[in-house]
């Protein structure tokens, strides 16, 4: 199968040729868990909003120290568990498009592998009620500290890892001039792997300690760095899939798109040498994984900057084509990256421009894959979304909320709102009070947009196989 018939079956809205029951009935398992763990960050969200509404806990009896696990389990499901579960349904999609109709070998390791994921949920959220736990608010995976809660991390970092060596066990050869997704996902792979190396790394020089914040942290510093690498991976994979099917195959140069692909492998792979370059968990060992992200910028800008020049060539000809869902989700996240990217650059200082620095690149991404599950996954196993228009207002919901959104939390940080610090607790300048006013509206307007893509994705895998998408 070519790239150039994939995207045209996807845009036309047609289910591609699985003929694998079973594997089909893969991907809606994967769809179903990202969507799930949205949903579950989601209920969270809530719970945490209503747990500091002055008085409630003489309504409800919160468990010890609720809102603090509370906003654990928000983070780990909206930033780690849906981003995996996705990169899991994107391997799983490749993989199939790669054997192109012939036998899965290991095809068993996909099944097994969405098992794992399923058993590791409710392990990753009963913790959260147990008075016996405690939050670790750790950077990249925080955690609440509880054996449960560590066995659900261990059984979900293999039920992602399966669908990965499953993917490798069916490379053929040339595989790295196919489906631009099949390179892309391999790529994602080995990421994937090293980040659990990097932690397995981390853990074997620690083992022994007791679980505290600094035990997590250093735990999980080295390979979340990684997994940010895996995150931009997908969303770049994400824009140029999606540019391909607004714009035609060769709208994109693939070159270059596999160029960028393999920088980031390549600038991820000395990744575990820094546990034996430096003093572990030392100063300088943590500034090296911290720079180790800056050189995402040049792959990531060879497949936005070529993007724009497509845009600009068809713009000079024709009117640019607002009313496809994937335009829209390529477009915004550009711009939201691009934002997010800039405000990156312009930090000093602890306050809210740093939170407005990683909601806009995280918006991004979620962009990106939402365009992604959309166009591509839903259309895959022909449960495509009932309405392409009601599906761009729900990106515009989102993206532009989270841009509002962004840019408020910048602006209030410039007249010195701090981070983390609610609000009544600290006397606020005027311009930081309109920046956090932006805020609260952006925010607003982004969950409506991603409660009604949760609807709509979930509406769409509960209904029966039909062949096309409904302006």
């Known amino acids: 199968m070519t790239a150039a018939t994939s995207t045209e079956r996807v845009e036309q809205g047609h289910a591609m040729p699985i003929r694998q029951a079973m594997a089909s009935s893969e991907l809606r398992a994967w769809a179903t868990l990202a969507i799930a763990s949205l949903a579950i960050a989601g209920v969270f969200a809530l719970m945490l909003a209503v747990s500091r509404i002055p008085g409630v806990e003489t309504i409800i009896s919160w468990p010890i120290d609720f809102f603090a696990k509370g906003l654990v389990i928000h983070v780990v499901f909206s930033l780690v ?16 498009e790669h054997v192109d109709g012939d036998a899965i070998r290991f095809a068993v390791l996909g099944r097994i592998g969405a098992r794992c994921v399923v058993c590791a949920f409710p392990l990753l959220f009963i913790p959260a009620f147990l008075d016996g736990s405690e939050a670790s608010l750790n950077n990249y995976i925080p955690v609440i500290v509880h054996p449960y809660y560590y066995i659900g991390l261990l059984l979900f970092a293999l039920g992602i890892v399966l669908p990965v060596i499953r993917m490798f066990l069916n490379l053929r050869s040339g595989w790295m001039r196919s489906e631009p997704l099949t390179l892309a996902m391999t790529a994602g792979g080995v990421l994937y792997v090293i980040a659990l190396f990097c932690i397995a790394l981390a853990l074997s020089q620690i083992w022994g300690a007791a679980p505290t ?62 546990y034996l370059a430096f003093d572990p968990y030392s100063m300088v060992q943590q500034e090296a994984f911290r720079r180790l992200l800056f050189v995402l910028g040049f792959p990531t800008l060879l497949v936005a900057l070529s993007g724009v020049s497509a845009v600009l060539k068809t713009r000079a000809s024709k009117p640019l084509p ?7 989700a390529v477009a915004l996240s550009v711009i939201v990256f691009t934002a997010g990217g800039v405000m990156g650059l312009m930090i000093s200082g602890s306050d809210t421009r740093i939170p407005a620095h990683y909601h806009g690149v995280i918006a991004a991404v979620n962009l990106a894959l939402m365009g ?12 495509p979304v009932k309405s392409a228009t009601a599906f761009r207002r729900q990106l515009l919901l989102f993206g532009v909320g989270q841009f509002v959104a962004c840019i408020g939390l910048f602006l209030a940080g410039g007249y010195g709102a701090p981070r983390k610090v609610p609000s ?48």
């Open 213 to 274: 914040r600094a035990f997590n942290s250093d735990l999980f510093w080295g390979g979340g760095h990684i997994l940010q690498f895996l995150n931009c991976l997908m969303m770049v994979t994400g824009w140029f899939i999606l540019f391909q099917s607004c714009f035609g195959k060769n709208a994109l140069d693939a070159d270059l798109f596999r160029l960028a692909i393999i920088l980031m492998v390549l600038f991820a792979l000395p990744a575990p040498l820094i």
């Open 372 to 383: 992604l599950i959309v166009c591509r996954c839903l259309p895959a196993i022909a449960r």
């Open 424 to 471: 009544g607790d600290v006397v606020l300048f005027d311009g930081a009070v309109v920046g956090l006013y932006m805020n609260g509206i952006g925010a607003f307007f982004a969950v409506i947009g991603g409660v009604l893509f949760i609807v709509a994705v979930a509406r769409a895998l509960n209904s029966s196989a039909t062949p096309t998408i409904s302006g």
């Open 81 to 96: 568990v849906w981003l995996l579960t996705v990169f899991a349904m994107l391997v799983s999609l490749a993989t199939i």
């Open 322 to 328: 607002w009313k496809k869902p994937a335009f829209v």
